[in-house]
C-alpha cells in the first residue's frame, strides 16, 4: 500500500498563495493517474465527501474543477514520486483540508491532509 503524505498548507490572506506538495512512498506512484481533493469545514468524514479539484495523468494531462480553473496549478514529478498544487488568488471559500490520492479511484490509504485557511 502506498503511503501520501501531504504539506504546504496554512494561513493565508485572500488574494494570497501556497504551494502544496504530495509525496508518495513508492515508485508505484508514476504508474498512476492523481488528484487533489479538499474538504471543507464540517462536511463528513466519508471519501465521497471529498471534493476533486485538480487531476493529473501519469503522463501529465490535467484538469480542474470550474471552482478553481486558472487559479491552481496542478504538477508532478515523478522521479521524486511527488505531486504539487500552486494555489493562486486564494478566496475564503478554498479554505479545506486538502488531500492527495489516485484519480480515479480505487484510493489508496488517505494521508492526514493539509489544512488551508484563508482568511484575513
Known amino acids: 500500500q502506498v503511503q501520501l503524505v501531504e504539506s504546504g498548507g496554512g494561513l493565508v490572506q485572500p488574494g494570497g498563495s501556497l504551494r502544496l506538495s504530495c509525496a508518495a512512498s513508492?515508485?508505484?506512484?508514476?504508474?498512476?493517474?492523481m488528484g487533489w481533493y479538499r474538504q471543507a469545514p464540517g462536511s463528513q468524514a466519508p471519501g465521497n465527501q471529498r471534493?476533486?479539484?485538480?487531476?493529473?495523468?501519469?503522463?501529465?494531462?490535467?484538469n480542474y474543477a470550474d471552482s478553481v480553473q486558472g487559479r491552481f496549478t496542478i504538477s508532478r514529478d515523478n522521479s521524486k514520486n511527488t505531486m504539487y498544487l500552486e494555489m493562486n488568488s486564494l478566496k475564503s471559500d478554498d479554505t479545506a483540508v486538502y488531500y492527495c490520492?489516485?484519480?480515479?479511484?480505487?484510493?489508496?490509504?488517505w494521508g492526514q491532509g493539509t489544512q488551508v485557511t484563508v482568511s484575513s
Open positions: 490520492n489516485t484519480s480515479p479511484p480505487p484510493w489508496w490509504s
Open positions: 513508492s515508485s508505484a506512484f508514476r504508474n498512476f493517474h
Open positions: 471534493e476533486l479539484v485538480a487531476s493529473i495523468t501519469k503522463g501529465g494531462r490535467r
